[in-house]
């Protein structure tokens, strides 16, 4: 999969330039990037549902903080104790990635997938459903009750944004 | 539409969205109702139709949008988008257990097939686009007031 | 397996950006590559070497489907992960317009 392995490593450097850049509206065009090739990642890793869904949804995402950002840049000095916090830090992210390479040995190789649960919908989703997308038949006929879970919180959050900007400055 | 040149953004970007609105809205609502036969489904449409009114606000300025799409009728949609899934899924309870898909099923690669899949997806996408339109149109119409002035 | 180190390196760049930046956006930040780099693990959990999508197709009939599971609850995830960054970019605006400022040690008067 070496074509993966070099979206990933171009991923992780438009992640790195997102995190160092000191100016906002060049980490959220950062950001876009790293969206748009996990979307190209969700498109070799055949999951053409997903590909759509993430790219949609990253657009929305660059919408909504490009207007949180804009004309809001302020310059940070580095405050007291500096050294010492980002040391500390960099140990702790070290050891947790030496212990995520010592428990990644113990998942089965990549390629090779144990479907339990999953062999029974490939098998009977065509018969049982009659839908040809098996993902669609997956989460509104097998698993239903996950979809009604997530209407509720898109319902949650428009009321949140709702409660939280109300008041001052709404339009006359 | 009206065609103010202070407000909105400039005579291009206008020409454009006039031209190419209408189509994004019809292919959101064509990878709405296809869900059950190709990628796609409920929630990717419905993003794309609220992504087609979000083009018009970022053109064209709120006071022409708010002609032609009210905030009231945004929040009736997405209310209804919820009481028809709800609905659809009680009214499974009579034949079996909540969520029982118990329409016909059909014969696979057609429009109408895989008993009540298609109607859920359109509920879906119904509450997603409505309710991704109203977070939108609540995050930008927020004005700034100066700092220190409460309620 | 390298694909998987790949995925928890990206997983970290992120949680760096978590601890260590002072910045509220850049907050928001580090909490949208975290949740890219789950979602990027769960689906690499379930790819078959040459598979292919979990789709029928008309005229033949498809033996090595990679797993549909994990992409169902990715594409709800997909949702979450955008209703959490509304909310999050909500709050911060709001925090803007009443402190003036968007750097997290300045904000600490809690008035009731």
Known sequence: MLDLQILLIFMIIAALIAVKTKDLLSSVIAIGTVGLGLSLAFLILKAPDLAIAQLVVEILCIIILIRATIRRDLPFSASGRWIFNTMVTVIFIIVFLIIGYICIKDLPQFGEPIMRVAQNFLNNGLRQTGATNLVTAVILDYRAYDTLGEATILFTAVMGVLAIMRNIGRKK | ?151 | MSVYFLCLVLFSIGLYCILRKRNLIKIIIGIMITEYAVNLFFILTGYRMHGRAPIHSEDQAILNMVDPLPQALVLTAIVIGLAVTALIAAIAIRVYEKYGTFDITKIKRLKG
């Open chain 2, 1 to 151: 539409m009206i065609d103010d040149p202070k407000k909105g953004m400039t005579l291009i970007v206008k020409t454009i969205t006039r031209l190419t609105v209408g189509l994004i809205l019809l292919f959101g609502i064509y990878i709405v109702s296809h869900g059950h036969i190709s990628p796609g489904g409920g929630f990717a449409g419905g993003v794309i139709v609220a992504l087609s009114f979000i083009h018009i606000m970022l053109a064209f300025g709120k006071e022409t949008t708010f002609k032609k799409v009210k905030e009231s009728v945004a929040s009736f949609f997405e209310s209804i988008g919820a009481i028809i899934f709800i609905t659809l899924a009680m009214l499974g309870i009579g034949g079996g257990y909540f969520f029982f898909n118990f329409l016909a099923k059909g014969e696979p690669f057609r429009l109408f097939s895989s008993g009540l899949i298609p109607l859920y997806n359109m509920a879906i996408s119904l509450k997603v686009g409505a309710g991704l339109f109203i977070i939108f149109v609540t995050l930008i119409l927020f004005r700034v007031s100066k700092k220190g002035e409460e309620e």
